[in-house]
């Protein structure tokens, strides 16, 4: 997809900060250090648009980012990161589940893990969550520039049995480094939209 034009919308720390329209929006998630904000940038062809740090847990809020006036990509929060106050994360989760049970322009859900690991528990509930609620969704194996060739197929074959995902669900590896699996996701990304 040619991306002419990225806007960040809006920075939703409640519920009644999310936008009032009716855009289709796309959300990423996965816990914190997976590389959702380095993914996002890559997608959209912009090396700072989405808040990217070295400290895991700085996605404090969910970000709506308008797409060519079409759509919306929303990082939302990373989870699992235990250095994140407890009180702090009890204050994310309702909004997170929220956005993610009664957004009625949610077309889908890009859920990301990082291929050097196996999936951890959050990883494998949010995967049965997401497939509980049929939201449409991806998911995606980040950094796979880090592994050689016979080591990314190895944690691919790993990760698909950890999240006992189906055999026609996608499992795309991507690098943000390389842009390996960037096409890809932006097909499957256009599935999920209305046409």
Not at 19 to 31: A, N, Q
Not at 82 to 90: D, G, H, I, P
Request: glycine share 6%; charged share 30%; hydrophobic share 35%.
């Amino acid at each position: 997809m040619k991306i002419k034009q990225v806007d960040l919308k809006a920075a939703a720390y409640n519920i009644k900060d999310f936008p009032d329209w009716d855009v289709p929006e796309i959300s990423f998630l996965g816990r914190s250090n997976v590389g959702k904000s380095s993914l996002i940038n890559k997608l959209i062809n912009r090396k700072n648009m989405a808040r990217t740090s070295s400290t895991p847990g700085k996605t404090r809020g969910l970000y709506f980012y308008l797409v060519n006036e079409k759509m919306c990509f929303v990082d939302l929060p990373g989870y699992g990161y235990a250095k994140v106050s407890k009180k702090e994360r009890q204050r994310w989760a309702p909004i997170i589940e929220e956005y993610l049970e009664l957004r009625s322009n949610l077309y889908g859900c890009v859920h990301l893990i990082d291929c050097r690991h196996e999936p951890t528990e959050d990883d494998k509930l949010m995967a049965q969550w997401l497939r509980m609620h049929s939201i449409p969704r991806v998911t995606v194996i980040t950094k796979s520039d880090k592994l050689s060739r016979g080591a990314l197929a190895r944690q691919v074959r790993l990760i698909r049995s950890a999240l006992a995902l189906f055999k026609e669900e996608l499992l795309i590896p991507f690098s943000a480094r390389t842009g390996d699996g960037r096409e890809q996701l932006w097909k499957t990304i256009g599935s999920f939209l209305p046409q």
